[in-house]
């Protein structure tokens, strides 16, 4: 089955503590992307990667790193996260083309406090 | 600099009459639309989607208006069914990055 995976779906932590959100796609997707969702803001756009070893910001990348050293893997790390960073985050892929469809995968809820 | 707005969060409809939900836009340099709607729990899957040189697209239930000189575009139901309850967003683009709006959550009433 074609799908974006997150690993955790859920996540609790403490301040200044480092964590990685996994994102995994199974449809040999150029390109990649993280969102954060919060109330009243819809999806941002965190960082995204067009290709292996190519990533680039997003509109809200601050206290954020990825890399892509596989074509499937996507890895959101936090490296001293913050409670403003508690959100609910999304990974999607896509073909590279624009006008193809990002599939998005299921959420990690995180709680930073 | 909201670029993509939803201006209303909510609707309730009822079964079997039509849903319309609504976007506006400010950046003139988007060319592709899409509408994404997601459940609770769950990411966002891909409804439907419009070019700027069209200003209408349809599948099944779902249509899609574009009218750039308003630069608003609609989403169409009919008719609605309870399992279209769930939260809509209508992301513009026109590099590939998806904008955003903050999104409008749809309720269809038996």
């Known amino acids: 089955e074609a799908q974006v995976t997150q690993n955790p779906r859920y996540l609790i932590t403490v301040t200044g503590k480092k964590l990685t959100v996994t994102c995994s796609q199974n449809?040999?997707?150029?390109?990649m992307s993280w969102y954060r969702q919060d109330p009243g803001l819809g999806l941002r756009q965190i960082y995204y990667s067009m290709n292996v070893e190519v990533t680039d910001k997003g509109d809200v990348p601050e206290g954020y790193k990825v890399s892509r050293k596989e074509k499937r893997n996507f890895p959101l790390i936090l490296e001293s996260p913050s409670p403003n960073q508690t959100s609910l985050y999304f990974c999607?892929?896509?073909?590279?083309?624009?006008?193809?469809?990002?599939?998005f995968g299921p959420g990690t809820r995180l709680l930073v406090l | 600099d909201q670029q993509v707005k939803q201006n209303s969060p909510s609707l309730s409809v009822q079964e079997g009459r039509i849903s319309i939900l609504n976007c506006d836009y400010t950046n003139s340099m988007f060319d592709y639309f899409l509408w994404y709607k997601k459940y609770p729990a769950e990411g966002p899957t891909f409804l439907i989607s419009?070019?700027?040189?069209?200003d209408k697209n349809e599948d099944g239930r779902f249509t899609v208006f574009l009218n750039k000189s308003a630069k608003h575009l609609s989403l169409h139901i009919v008719p609605s069914q309870p399992g279209d309850s769930a939260v809509y967003f209508c992301?513009?683009?026109?590099?590939?990055?998806?904008?955003f709006g903050q999104g409008t959550t749809l309720q269809v009433k038996p």
């Open positions: 999607a892929s896509k073909l590279l083309s624009k006008e193809e469809t990002q599939y």
């Open positions: 992301p513009s683009s026109n590099t590939g990055k998806l904008i």
């Open positions: 449809m040999n997707h150029e390109y």
């Open positions: 419009i070019s700027s040189i069209k």
